[in-house]
Nanobody, 117 residues
Framework: QVQLVESGGGLVQTGGSLRLSCAAS????????MGWYRQAPGKQRELVAR???????NYADSVKGRFTISRDNAKNTIYLQMHSLKPEDTAVYYC???????????WGKGTLVTVSS
């Protein structure tokens, strides 16, 4: 059974930092592009950052220079290091594993990040 388990969310003040983690099943992690998405209240889910199996990354413009995505292949885990957090970063953050060519698109349950002003 595929599992994506996020952790690390919480409440932080503006300007603070948090690190999110997402642990995945080994069979998925080794072949998937992994990513972080977020959904704020009343808004659509949006891509935050993603990383391929070859460590190529891309980021939403709104988080460039503040967030860093990385993957630890030994632990089947990805991370999202977030710095200089803003109230507009408040959202539920979801981990995603995808490989469209084989129809793979899995989601975690999400972890809430709240940035207070």
């Amino acid at each position: 059974q595929v599992q994506l388990v996020e952790s690390g969310g919480g409440l932080v003040q503006t300007g603070g930092s948090l690190r999110l983690s997402c642990a995945a099943s080994k069979s998925i992690f080794s072949i998937a592009t992994m990513g972080w998405y977020r959904q704020a209240p009343g808004k659509q889910r949006e891509l935050v950052a993603r990383i391929t199996t070859s460590d190529s990354t891309n980021y939403a413009d709104s988080v460039k220079g503040r967030f860093t995505i990385s993957r630890d292949n030994a632990k089947n885990t990805i991370y999202l290091q977030m710095h200089s957090l803003k109230p507009e970063d408040t959202a539920v953050y979801y981990c995603n594993a995808q490989r469209p060519i084989i129809g793979m698109d899995y989601w975690g349950k999400g972890t809430l990040v709240t940035v207070s002003s």
